[in-house]
Structure formats: C-alpha cells, structure tokens
C-alpha cells in the first residue's frame, strides 16, 4: 500500500488555553484539522501531576494533535511558539506517514 509522507503536530496545552488555540489552529496555512484528547496525568520538570482530585476539569491539561505538510511545519510553529511558550506545555514534531493524502 502507498503511504505519504506528513509532519505530526502534538501540542500538550492548558484545557483553559484550548479554545484560543483551536481559533488559531484555524487560521493557518496547511492545517486541515486536529484531534483533541483529554490527558490524564503525567511527570515532568516539576514532578508528578494527576487530574485526580481536581474539582473541575478546567486545570486539566489537552493534546491536540494534527498532521501537515512540511512544507507548513516553520510558518506554524513560528505562529504557535509565542501561545504555547507563554504557557504549561509543548510542542513536538514527527515524521509520520499516512495512508489517505488527501485528508491532510
């Protein structure tokens, strides 16, 4: 089976931040659509977090994920550095290859 090969865009965000991200997720160039899934807990610089226990799930932590072309990857991350940085979270890219091209 031919597959394409696409850039994979993980974003570890605030659930506060996740509306103005996907407001700018919408406006540029080569992203189509994401995917957003709730994270659960995890471990890092500052030691172990849950959303255990919380009250509301608005302290919570989203991925949001989405696959582009290459060609996109420096205009986006140039546009989505400043929001994320300013925040609790990261940015990751990938190497992935997909099967149906013209989805991305």
Known sequence: MQTFPKLRLDILI??????????????L??????TLLPVHGGSGLN?????DGQIAG??????LWCILDAQH????LEKLFPFV?????????SNVEVVR???F
């Open 29 to 34: 160039p080569g992203v189509h659509g994401f």
């Open 85 to 93: 940085n300013a925040r609790s979270g990261l940015i990751s890219v």
């Open 101 to 103: 091209a013209e989805r």
């Open 73 to 76: 990857k420096d205009e986006v």
């Open 58 to 63: 608005s302290e919570g932590m989203m991925m």
């Open 47 to 51: 030691g172990g977090w849950t959303r």
């Open 14 to 27: 605030e659930q506060l931040a996740v509306p103005r991200l996907e407001a700018l997720l919408k406006n």
